[in-house]
């Protein structure tokens, strides 16, 4: 009988790749196969002494407990990542394992058959893939922290910089000779360049690491267009280049986050004029009404770009000829920043060129369903010439003192110190915020605090050197009417400034 039992059993398990046994009711182990042998090292002579059921290994480990349950309930069961599992190899430890058991019916007589599959390559990887996710979190933690403190850290002398540079040009440039104003304008170009590159590798990490938040709402895009052709009249006048605009005369609703339109707009545009001598610049912008689309176009007959480097064209870093790059200037993130700004939207960017002849950058949005902007809530305010302003620093009052001379009355408080019922007793238009990143739960706190009373509300700006998203959308959502991320200009603050009280 037992031979016959032995003769099936082989019949069905000698051939597997995996370790398998058979055990009876009483634990004993009645078949083992090659594959079994091969593993620990057992001839099924050796095991004869041996049951299931005494094994303090198999106890520990759940295996025992489930053989017996599949006995009793005659179903099968499977159990995960053991290691050292039924018996230990004469030479060296099991590794690790799956086993899956079930329940077989031999002439009336119930047996348990146990698999024992190999996991440990499996394992080890998932081991692997978890520390080195764990390592990418730890990465990214630090890449972040390096950021924040790298924006802190260089914008804000950086704001310094520029708007002293900008005020000493205005006030001295009737009195020092050209060849100190050269040296002003070197000084707050080359600060100005600093602050573009910073800006864009900042953006770019943002971005590729999916952290930016869309800000989405309704505007017109001809304005945008209008705006981003005005800021760059001077270098088209300085290069004698003719600029030429196609718009329309309706204005074309699209649903964008703005920072994302007009940074895509302005690299676009601003590579185009760089990288033409002579000739023209267009910006052309078409409505295809039939697939709900709005295409721009923005031509210029510049150098161009050869067809087999089109292919790399919108990767980070990446330029055609790394000389040409060093005589324009640039760190070769204009683009792929353009075109990661487009997608983001919902839209795509596209580019046909000609070695020689000149580019056209083609992007196109969807249309908004939406007829009208989006409009912003009227603020209470009084006198709208005079400014709180909250911070901790005087480098920032002093600065934004000096900017707004002879135009705005301006009072600082240390916002440790501030109370919201200062705001009352005072007659202030408009308060600006200057937030350090050290105190940004303190800050959004009293900025919840100032919206909450409809008799307290003035224009709220908020100034920082913070400029992820994600951040900057924290504001919003607690009422600020407008975030500048440093540095800025005089012209930025004044423009805030006009747009904010023009709403009250």
């Not at 348990?112 to 990418?136: C, N, S």
């Not at 804000?156 to 002003?184: F, M, Q, R, W």
């Not at 003035?458 to 924290?474: A, G």
Request: with cysteine; net charge neutral.
């Amino acid at each position: 009988m037992q031979d016959s039992i032995s003769k099936y059993l082989k019949s069905l398990y000698d051939y597997l790749q995996f370790p398998t046994q058979v055990v009876n009711d009483s634990g004993e182990i009645i078949y083992i196969n090659p594959a079994f042998t091969s593993q620990w090292g057992y001839q099924l002579d050796e095991l004869k002494e041996y049951s299931v059921f005494e094994d303090p290994n198999l106890k520990r480990n759940g295996i025992l407990s489930s053989i017996k349950k599949v006995f009793e309930k005659k179903n099968n069961l499977t159990i995960n990542n053991y290691s050292d599992s039924l018996l230990k190899n004469k030479e060296i430890t099991a590794p690790i394992f799956r086993t899956n058991i079930f329940y077989i019916d031999i002439n009336g007589k119930g047996y348990v058959v146990l698999f024992h599959v190999d996991q440990t390559e499996m394992v080890l990887a998932e081991e692997e893939i978890k520390k080195a996710r764990d390592g990418y979190k730890e990465a990214e933690r630090l890449k972040n922290t390096f950021l924040n403190v790298l924006s802190h850290e260089l914008r804000t002398p950086l704001n310094i910089i520029l708007g002293y540079a900008s005020i000493i040009k205005d006030n001295l440039k009737d009195k020092i000779s050209p060849e100190d104003i050269v040296y002003i304008d070197n000084l707050y170009s080359g600060s100005e360049r600093l602050f573009k590159g910073i800006t864009q590798m900042l953006e770019f990490a943002q971005l590729d690491a999916g952290k930016y938040k869309l800000n989405v709402e309704t505007y017109d895009l001809n304005s945008v267009l209008k705006k981003a052709i005005n800021s760059c009249q001077y270098l088209v006048q300085e290069k004698k280049l003719e600029l030429r605009n196609q718009l329309q005369d309706k204005p074309v609703f699209v649903d964008v986050d703005y920072q994302c339109i007009q940074n895509a707009v302005n690299n676009l545009l601003s590579n185009a004029i760089k990288f033409t001598q002579q000739g023209f610049v267009e910006v052309e912008l078409k409505v295809l009404q039939d697939k709900e689309l709005v295409i721009c176009k923005i031509k210029d007959s510049g150098v161009g770009i050869s067809s087999k480097y089109l292919d790399h064209l919108f990767q980070p870093f990446s330029q055609e000829d790394l000389n040409i790059g060093r005589h324009y200037e640039g760190n070769g993130l204009g683009l792929a920043l353009a075109k990661r700004y487009i997608e983001r939207m919902g839209g795509s960017l596209l580019v046909d060129s000609i070695k020689g002849v000149g580019s056209t950058f083609s992007f196109t949005l969807p249309l908004s369903q939406n007829k009208r902007l989006s409009k912003v809530e009227k603020k209470q305010s009084k006198n709208l010439k005079r400014i709180l302003m909250l911070d901790d620093s005087s480098e920032s009052y002093d600065l934004l003192k000096a900017f707004l001379k002879n135009k705005y009355e301006i009072e600082a408080h240390n916002f440790r110190d501030f109370k919201i019922d200062h705001i009352d007793q005072e007659d202030h238009g408009v308060i600006i915020f200057d937030v350090n990143h050290n105190h940004w739960a303190q800050s959004l706190l009293i900025c919840r605090d100032l919206k909450k009373n409809d008799s307290l509300k003035r224009p709220l700006i908020v100034i920082s050197s913070e400029f992820m998203e994600e951040k900057i959308n924290e504001f919003y959502e607690a009422g600020v009417d407008k975030f500048i991320v440093k540095p800025f200009s005089r012209n930025d603050l004044f423009k805030t400034l006009e747009e904010v009280t023009s709403l009250s």
